[in-house]
């Protein structure tokens, strides 16, 4: 029996039409990943933080004291979604529900603003699949051409592809 090698490297050579693209891609994802947890990092409890602070401030009608306490906190989601709604409530007479309406507004506009570039990784998680068959079906194509050579069929000869 001849001496088999599983190196990483081989293995990637051995496949490369769809292991290279499959490479690729990997990284791709990986980067989103990475840059999505650097990005959102802190968000919850900075968010809690906040909240914590403003709300009781607002609720004593302290509009002043809210707008200080959010402009010293660090930036965040909520940060910039309590701004527009201090900015919107700093003019007077403005309706409970146009508020309700900005807050609601900017509230999509961060939670849709959290999800960016998150489509790379449903494109890489649909089309992975298919690069992966690509590469079977090259295998295969591969293995039948060694049998064709050899003349005969076995074990040996398919495995090679």
Do not use: K
């Not at 989103?32 to 919850?44: C, F, I, K, N, Q």
């Not at 909520?78 to 007077?92: E, H, I, K, P, S």
């Amino acid at each position: 029996m001849e001496n088999v090698n599983l190196d990483f490297i081989y293995l990637v050579r051995q496949g490369a039409l769809s292991t290279y693209p499959l490479l690729a891609l990997s990284v791709v994802m990986l980067g989103v990943v990475l840059e999505r947890l650097w990005t959102l990092r802190g968000a919850v409890s900075s968010t809690a933080a906040l909240t914590a602070e403003t709300v009781p401030l607002l609720a004593r009608g302290d509009l002043a004291a809210a707008g200080e306490a959010v402009r010293r906190h660090s930036p965040c989601p909520a940060r910039r979604v309590f701004t527009d709604v201090l900015a919107a409530a700093g003019d007077r007479g403005v309706p409970f529900d146009d508020l309700e309406r900005v807050t609601e507004e900017r509230q999509f506009e961060e939670i849709e603003a959290s999800g960016a570039y998150l489509w790379m990784l449903g494109t890489i998680g649909s089309s992975a699949p298919f690069i992966g068959l690509f590469g079977t079906v090259l295998g295969i194509m591969r293995a039948f051409h060694s049998m064709a050579l050899a003349g005969t069929g076995g074990f040996g000869v398919v495995a090679g592809g």
